[in-house]
């Protein structure tokens, strides 16, 4: 889920292989994005049906969390090599590749007899995950004017929010009424149809001046991109303790019903999807402000929640805060990682992968976290702790803020 920023700060590290149309690149960034929403809803779409995976896999509602921090783990771990060992890849083998891995692994998981395969089977597509989510923002801009580097980032994104406003709901519904397995079929159907539109759009090109180890070194050495990682691990991390565990939160807590947790799911991934596109021209004059504010809206949203339990519309209210702080969120976080990395030569990819291994670290950290808070005290504690996390979050963004306008 990442992002570039102005046109003016990112250099022009371009696509090598034939020249592309204006059509061709416009369909290659869709496809992208179209991959992104078929990932994403992989990775996440345990969190829409985690009380019958639960049940029909014979685990607990913790064990059935850790789908989701297993995953991201796995991400965590192979990104940044992985992305490395395949970046002389062409892009277009590169991604329909991946596709393919998604479409197995989601077959494998549909297929599993116990949790030990649906555990092999999410594992495979997570490496795959970390290589896609490394390369296909750096792709998409590579593909498009300089001027429109933000506006692809924003259209690749949007598939992330898209997964969240359509894939995860309508998961959702049909694990209701068709079984948690139907949902895993239907992925593996649809990763084998944008397998082909990948494979029809992306052009057959090579990245110039892609992730090297001197500009991974660098990386590793920069403060300000150190102080990214950091904000986006402390952010994720509190993010997915609470949206992890969202659906038994709002069945056990707050009483919703299974409809009412669709809607309540469908009103937070719309409201993340508007500010995904929204926020681009707001980030390019302001960017550490666009921060500042949305990871206060975060944290005020998760504080509310347990305040909002006893009324449905208080409770829709609060999700559709939260998911429109979280949908600005990876589009800002990766807008200073370009920022940053655009110094370094070779720097976007390496500083992209890195960004994608501490995002899902943090994703699986707030899974196993709030795994161990449901197992041991039910939901109810959750948004608070999640909400510690975020404070911390935005108390780096300040001083990162501060300093860095004592340095200017």
Same mark, same amino acid.
């Given at each position: ?86 970046? @002389? ?23 599993? $007899? @116990? ?42 994104? =949007? =598939? ?6 359509? =894939? ?11 079984? !948690? ?18 494979? !029809?759009?992306? $052009? ?9 180890? /001197? ?10 991109? *150190?102080?990214? %990682?950091?904000?986006?691990? +402390?952010?994720?991390?509190?993010? %997915? ?8 939160? *709002? ?20 409201? /993340?999807?508007?500010?995904? %596109?929204?926020?681009? $021209? ?8 666009? +921060? ?18 006893? @009324? ?55 899974? !196993? ?19 510690? %996390?975020?404070?911390?979050? *935005? ?14």
């Amino acid at each position: 889920m990442q992002s570039t920023t102005t046109h003016t700060s990112i250099p022009a590290p371009h696509a090598q292989g034939a020249k592309t149309s204006r059509a061709r690149s416009a369909a290659a960034v869709s496809a992208l994005s179209l991959g992104c929403f078929t990932f994403v809803s992989t990775e996440l779409m345990p969190v829409g049906v985690l009380p019958s995976m639960a049940e029909g896999l014979h685990v607990s509602l913790g064990q059935a969390g850790y789908l989701v921090m297993g995953f991201a783990f796995m991400v965590a771990l192979t990104a940044a090599p992985l992305t490395s060992m395949l970046s @002389s890849v062409n892009r277009k083998l590169l991604m329909a590749a991946l596709l393919a891995v998604c479409c197995l692994g989601n077959l494998a998981t549909y297929l599993a $007899p @116990s949790y030990f395969i649906v555990l092999i089977g999410r594992m495979l597509v997570a490496a795959a995950i970390g290589v896609f989510w490394s390369t296909a923002v750096v792709t998409a801009v590579h593909l498009v004017a300089a001027r429109h580097a933000v506006r692809a980032t924003s259209i690749v994104f =949007g =598939g992330v929010s898209l997964a969240a406003v359509l =894939g995860i709901p309508a998961g959702t519904i049909l694990g209701e009424h068709q079984g !948690w397995r139907a949902v895993f079929a239907a992925l593996s159907v649809l990763s084998l149809l944008v397998f082909a539109v990948i494979a !029809w759009s992306v $052009p057959a090109v090579k990245i110039a001046k892609s992730s090297t180890r /001197g500009a991974m070194s660098a990386i590793l050495k920069d403060g300000r991109l *150190l102080a990214v %990682f950091a904000t986006t691990a +402390l952010i994720v991390t509190g993010n %997915f303790l609470a949206y992890t565990y969202i659906a038994p939160y *709002l069945e056990q807590v707050a009483g919703q019903t299974a409809s009412q947790i669709s809607v309540m799911l469908l009103v937070y991934g719309g409201a /993340g999807v508007i500010t995904n %596109f929204a926020i681009a $021209p707001f980030a390019a004059k302001s960017l550490r402000t666009c +921060l500042v504010i949305v990871t206060a809206l975060l944290a005020v949203s998760l504080v509310a929640m347990n305040m909002a339990v006893s @009324s449905y519309g208080a409770m829709l209210a609060t999700l559709a805060v939260w998911g429109a702080a979280y949908g600005a969120l990876p589009v800002l976080l990766q807008t200073m990682v370009f920022k940053q990395a655009s110094r370094i030569e070779g720097g976007e990819d390496a500083a992209t992968s890195i960004n994608v291994a501490v995002f899902n670290a943090a994703i699986g950290l707030g899974a !196993w976290i709030g795994g161990l808070i449901i197992n041991s005290a039910g939901a109810a504690p959750i948004p608070g702790v999640s909400a510690c %996390f975020i404070l911390a979050g *935005l108390i780096v963004v300040i001083a990162t803020r501060q300093r860095t306008s004592r340095q200017g």
